[in-house]
C-alpha cells in the first residue's frame, strides 16, 4: 500500500473504533455526549493514531490490537484542542472547518467535553476487558504511565502552560523548542511509544530508536503547523489563517523567518529517518509519514 491508502485505511479504522467507545448520543447525559462525538468524530487527519498504528505494524502487530492505543491517544489529543480552543485560551471559532466546541455547544459543555474525553482515554487503556488483555501487564501499566506524563505538567499541558505565558513575550530557539517539546512533541512521542510497547520483547535499544524519531517529527510537525498558519489560506487551515501572528504567540518563522523554518524542519526529518536504519522495509510507512508532516498542507 501506499502511505495515501494506509493513511486512508488507518483513518477509517481509528474512526470505527472510537466511534465504538464514545458513549452515544442517546445517553445520559446526552448534550455532553453529543459535544464529545462532535468534537472527536469531525475529521482531521488522525496522525497520533496513524503513528501507533504504524509503528505496530513494523513489528507486525496486529490492528485490532492497536486499536485500543490509538483510541486513547486520539481521546487526549481531541479533549486538548477543545479546551485549547477556549475563550481563555486561544479563543477559537473553528477547528478543521467547523465551529469549535465552545461555540457548537456552551462553554460549559465543552469544558465538561474536554475533563470527560482525558478520563474516558484512560479507561479504554486500563480496562480488563480490552483487546490489549494479550500485552503482558507490566507493558500495558508503563502505557498507562507514558500517556499520563505525556498528558500532564511535564508534557502537553505543561506546554499549553509555557504558550500562554509566552503570550505577546520574545522567546529565543532554546525557549521556543522546550515548549514545543512539550506541547505538541509530548504526544507524538507517546503514540509511537505506545505502539511498541504492544511488541514482545521490545529492546530498550530499539525503544530509544523510534522515540528519537518521534521526538524529531514532533518538532518537525510543529515548525510545520507555524509556516501553515502564515502562508496558506483559512479555508486550507480549517482555521483561522494567521491566528498565531494576531495573538502575538511566538513561532518559529517569528523567530528565524520562514525559510530557515522550512530548513530545521527538513533537518529533523533527516534526523528522524537515520534514527530507523537500523529497522527494515517494514518500517517504511514510519519513514513516509515523516517526510509527510513536513510536506502537507500544500
Given at each position: 500500500m501506499s502511505l495515501k491508502e494506509l493513511m486512508r485505511f488507518y483513518q477509517q479504522r481509528a474512526h470505527c473504533a472510537l466511534d465504538r467507545h464514545l458513549p452515544s448520543e442517546q445517553t445520559q447525559p446526552d448534550r455532553l455526549h453529543q459535544a464529545m462525538r462532535y468534537s472527536v468524530l469531525n475529521g482531521g487527519k488522525r496522525i497520533r493514531p496513524l503513528l501507533v498504528y504504524l509503528t505496530g505494524q513494523a513489528f507486525d502487530i496486529k490492528p485490532e490490537i492497536l486499536d485500543i492505543p490509538a483510541v486513547a491517544v486520539e481521546l487526549i489529543h481531541a479533549y486538548s484542542l477543545i479546551h485549547d480552543d477556549l475563550p481563555a485560551m486561544d479563543d477559537d471559532d473553528l477547528r478543521r472547518g467547523k465551529p469549535t466546541c465552545h461555540k457548537a455547544f456552551d462553554e460549559a459543555t465543552a469544558i465538561l467535553a474536554g475533563d470527560a474525553l482525558q478520563t474516558l482515554a484512560f479507561y479504554v487503556l486500563s480496562a480488563p476487558t480490552s483487546d490489549l488483555s494479550s500485552i503482558d501487564l507490566s507493558a500495558r501499566l508503563r502505557m498507562i504511565a507514558i500517556l499520563a506524563q505525556a498528558s500532564g505538567s511535564r508534557g502537553m499541558v505543561g506546554g499549553q502552560a509555557i504558550d500562554m505565558a509566552a503570550t505577546g513575550q520574545v522567546l529565543n530557539l532554546a525557549e521556543l523548542e522546550n515548549m514545543h517539546i512539550h506541547k505538541t512533541g509530548a504526544l507524538i512521542r507517546a503514540s509511537v511509544q505506545l505502539g511498541a510497547l504492544t511488541v514482545?520483547?521490545?529492546?530498550?535499544?530499539?525503544?530509544?530508536?523510534?522515540?528519537?524519531?518521534?521526538?524529531?517529527?514532533?518538532?518537525?510537525?510543529?515548525?510545520?503547523?507555524?509556516?501553515?498558519?502564515?502562508?496558506?489560506?483559512?479555508?486550507?487551515?480549517?482555521?483561522?489563517?494567521?491566528?498565531?501572528q494576531a495573538n502575538h504567540k511566538p513561532t518559529y518563522p517569528s523567530i528565524v523567518g520562514l525559510e530557515e523554518s522550512r530548513l530545521m524542519a527538513e533537518q529533523l526529518v533527516k534526523n528522524a529517518l537515520a534514527s530507523l536504519s537500523e529497522f527494515d522495509q517494514r518500517a517504511d510507512p514510519l519513514r513516509w509519514i515523516a517526510k509527510y508532516i513536513i510536506e502537507r498542507g500544500y
Open positions: 514482545p520483547e521490545m529492546s530498550e535499544s530499539a525503544l530509544a530508536a523510534l522515540d528519537y524519531y518521534a521526538k524529531c517529527i514532533g518538532l518537525a510537525f510543529q515548525i510545520q503547523d507555524d509556516i501553515l498558519d502564515v502562508s496558506v489560506s483559512t479555508e486550507i487551515l480549517g482555521k483561522m489563517q494567521g491566528a498565531d
